[in-house]
């Protein structure tokens, strides 16, 4: 059974730092790319980040490029999103998703419960 199972959300105070973590299970991150959005209240879905399957090359949106960081730890099944210096604008709700290829098409096909994250002093 495939899962993904986000966690590291929570209150922060503007200009901390915060990981995220993306537990997977059903399958192995060797085999899918993983993509990270955000939802913030009242908006649309926003796609921030990728890692492929293939060699862990990452991706980022233009809007986090500078402050997010995604890696994973295959022996762990686990991608991280570390996202530095947090705004307000940062409030959201976080999900990991499976990719459904090896690389990151853009196509994702099982989604994680989500982790929120709040920032704010």
């Known amino acids: 059974q495939v899962q993904l199972l986000e966690s590291g959300g929570g209150l922060v105070r503007p200009g901390r730092s915060l990981r995220l973590s993306c537990a997977v299970s059903?399958?192995?991150?060797?085999?899918?790319?993983i993509g990270w959005f955000r939802q913030a209240p009242g908006q649309e879905r926003e796609w921030v980040s990728c890692v492929s399957a293939t060699d862990g090359s990452t991706w980022y949106s233009d809007s986090v490029k500078d402050r997010f960081s995604i890696w994973r730890d295959v022996a762990k099944n686990t991608v991280y999103l570390w996202i530095n210096s947090l705004e307000p604008e940062d409030t959201a709700v976080y999900f990991c998703?499976?990719?459904?290829?090896?690389?990151?098409?853009?196509?994702?096909?099982?989604w994680g419960q989500g982790t929120q994250v709040t920032v704010s002093s």
């Open positions: 998703a499976r990719g459904e290829l090896l690389y990151c098409s853009g196509t994702y096909d099982y």
């Open positions: 059903g399958f192995t991150l060797d085999r899918h790319s």
